[in-house]
């Protein structure tokens, strides 16, 4: 028997404002209109509050008294520690998800995989659950919640990241050979790739958060 998942108002506005942020929607350091906002979703603007600051715990979004809410702009020093900390978690989680994985689970990442070969506005999206998926299986539910957070925190970087042309070809093409590594449980291969996509994910940024301060 399969459970029932019963979603909140406010867990469906978190997703719906989550994905305008992402894909630039909403302007950076701008305050946020929550009338407009609230009538455009066809909502009342409690909920929308409630949605709003949990992105701010999200990290997506500040508060300021009396002013409200705003979109936090993209930030080296924040990009530097989401990346670091990516790196200090997710090469070993994912090397033990491979080993743990069962059929469903690495089905799962194959399709997820072929989902990120799509651009336009999902393309982060996309990303961020190809990776979730090569963690959840690992069974460690605390630090996948922790990589989850970290993945959201920095889907706007990947975004910036995949702007140079031919960026996500080479990205899907070190994605291919991570998931290669993962389906066949190599574990020391899957975490040395993974480490490896992430350095190099985090020295392209450093060199374009550098050259474009105000980004």
């Not at 399969?2 to 942020?21: A, F």
């Not at 961020?128 to 998926?133: C, V």
């Not at 919640?145 to 080479?170: A, Q, T, W």
């Amino acid at each position: 028997m399969k459970s029932l998942v019963v979603r909140t108002l406010s867990d469906q506005l978190v997703d719906l404002v989550r994905d305008r942020i992402l894909a630039g929607v909403a302007a950076v350091d701008q305050p946020i209109r929550q009338d407009s906002l609230a009538a455009e979703l066809g909502v009342s603007k409690i909920p929308l509050r409630e949605a709003l600051a949990r992105l701010e715990q999200e990290g997506l979004v500040r508060s300021q008294a009396n002013r409200g809410f705003f979109v936090r702009p993209l930030n080296a020093d924040e990009a530097e520690e989401v990346f670091m900390l990516r790196l200090q978690l997710e090469p070993v989680t994912v090397a033990l998800a491979a080993q743990r994985a069962d059929d469903g689970e690495r089905e799962q990442a194959s399709a997820t995989f072929a989902m990120t070969n799509t651009n336009g506005d999902r393309i982060g999206a996309f990303n961020r659950a190809f990776h979730i998926a090569l963690i959840r299986p690992s069974r460690h539910p605390i630090t996948t919640n922790i990589l989850e957070r970290l993945h959201v925190m920095g889907d706007r970087y990947v975004r910036k990241h995949l702007e140079p042309l031919g960026r996500d070809g080479r990205a899907n093409d070190e994605h291919r050979d991570i998931l290669d590594a993962w389906l066949a449980r190599d574990t020391e291969r899957v975490s040395a790739l993974t480490r490896a996509h992430i350095n190099q994910t985090l020295d392209d940024l450093r060199r374009q958060l550098a050259a474009a301060p105000s980004a």
